[in-house]
């Protein structure tokens, strides 16, 4: 399984973000059940792609996040390219459309 990287700060996740290649930040809350349900499936999903880092966020921990990346509604997910978001979905996820978009990306950016 993807290593998921528990991002306790924002300067963590602001360190993250920033470092070198790819980043997958995933931020949720954990009164939202739609956001356990898709850490699973986002991990699964990550497996196939090697040169993309993977963060998680709990919102109510590192409150700034939200601020920082507008999040209006926890779960979102944010593809980054050395702190510059490439790709943002919301709960409502396809991850037939999301696997396509990383594709298209990860294959642009290799």
């Not at 009164?31 to 499936?41: E, G, R, Y």
């Not at 991990?43 to 090697?50: A, C, G, H, K, R």
């Amino acid at each position: 399984m993807k290593q998921i990287r528990k991002l306790n700060t924002i300067g963590e996740v602001d360190t993250f973000v920033q470092e070198p290649g790819l980043s997958f930040l995933y931020v949720s809350t954990p009164d939202c059940s739609t956001c356990h349900a898709l850490l699973p499936k986002l991990q699964e999903l990550l497996n196939d792609y090697p040169s993309v880092s993977f963060g998680h966020a709990d919102a109510t921990e590192v409150e700034e996040v939200a601020e920082r990346f507008l999040v209006l509604a926890a779960p979102i997910m944010l593809l980054l390219i050395e702190g510059k978001e490439y790709l943002r979905e919301d709960r409502f996820v396809r991850f037939g459309l999301l696997q396509k978009k990383l594709d298209r990306i990860v294959e642009h950016y290799a």
